[in-house]
């Protein structure tokens, strides 16, 4: 891993969300605009970005990689439910409610795929969407629950198997084991619209947090809850990475991943469910400005 590309990557995305804040300001992008393009994200730019990561050569070192990283994540998901019902005891329901999904649902699938491909290339997206399948799991299940009813069982499932991105994993390993190639300018559209992910996505966070009054994002909880989503959690990922003496690319991608934001559906669901809207939007916008700091902090012990 390049330290300076880590560097210049960070700087694009600082102002790819710059570009988002404006636009959301100037009135370009209006309110609308965050659910059109998180919809164009998760319905299409991103599961043909992580198609176009399994478009490479198949050996038993990268079915290896899979179990291994599928089994990271699934302690890293069991770990974030165990905090989640220790560390927030004494907050209000409202924001406890808030807390809890923030710990356990982040936003790397929406962020942390661009940021892994950035840094290991088109290896660590495809292994970083392995790893995601473990949180889009709790995401529909546990995570719901937090401010809900649990739903119930065939529901989680229909959820989880038909999630767009879980779908295009499906199809990446399908095309990765057995070597068919799609027609050119079948493979080129993928690969180019794929391509976008990095832009559109950063500018919608953009545009969540031009939203926000940053006079009055900081306070006790979400210091606290900044601590343990951005240090405490990939701290521990690394301690027990380096303990078991883990590939250095599926340690690098698990580390960088666990160390995402809250994710944006976090504030979604506190509104729909009578969270602390506000108090949620706090929490990505403080998480994500913080994240742009300490991933490139966590690269440099990778």
């Known amino acids: 891993m390049d330290y300076s590309s880590l560097i210049n990557l960070q700087g694009m995305l600082f102002l790819l969300v710059a570009a988002g804040i404006i636009l959301r300001k100037k009135g370009i992008l209006r309110e609308n605009a965050k659910s059109v393009l998180t919809d164009l994200v998760i319905y299409l730019i ?3 970005n992580i198609i176009s990561s399994f478009f490479i050569e198949f050996n038993m070192g990268i079915l290896k990689g899979f179990a291994v990283i599928l089994a990271i994540a699934s302690l890293i998901q069991f770990g974030c439910l165990l905090f989640a019902n220790t560390f927030y005891n004494r907050e209000p329901d409202r924001r406890k409610k808030v807390l809890q999904y923030g710990t356990v649902c982040s936003n790397a699938g929406f962020m942390g795929n661009p940021i892994a491909e950035g840094v290991y290339g088109g290896e660590g997206l495809m292994y ?5 399948i473990p949180q889009r799991i709790v995401m529909w299940s546990a995570g719901v629950s937090y401010f809900t009813e649990s739903p119930d069982r065939k529901t989680v499932i229909r959820k989880v198997v038909t999630h767009p991105c879980i779908v295009a994993v499906y199809i990446g390993m399908f095309f990765m084991i057995t070597q068919l190639r799609l027609p050119v300018f079948l493979e080129n559209t993928v690969r180019n619209v794929g391509g976008c992910t990095t832009t559109v996505s950063m500018v919608l966070i953009g545009t969540i947090l031009a939203e926000v009054n940053p006079r009055t994002v900081f306070d006790r909880g979400i210091i606290k809850y900044t601590v343990i989503r951005l240090f405490l959690i990939p701290l521990l990922v690394l301690a027990g990475c380096r303990l078991f003496s883990v590939d250095p690319l599926l340690s690098g991608v698990s580390v960088l991943l666990t160390g995402m934001p809250a994710g944006s559906t976090t504030a979604i669901l506190a509104a729909k469910y009578d969270g602390d809207y506000i108090f949620a939007t ?14 490139p902090l966590w690269c440099m012990f990778l």
């Open 128 to 132: 970083a969407s392995v790893f995601l």
């Open 46 to 48: 991103l599961p043909c």
């Open 282 to 295: 706090k929490c990505v916008v403080v998480t994500t400005l913080l994240s742009l700091i300490t991933i």
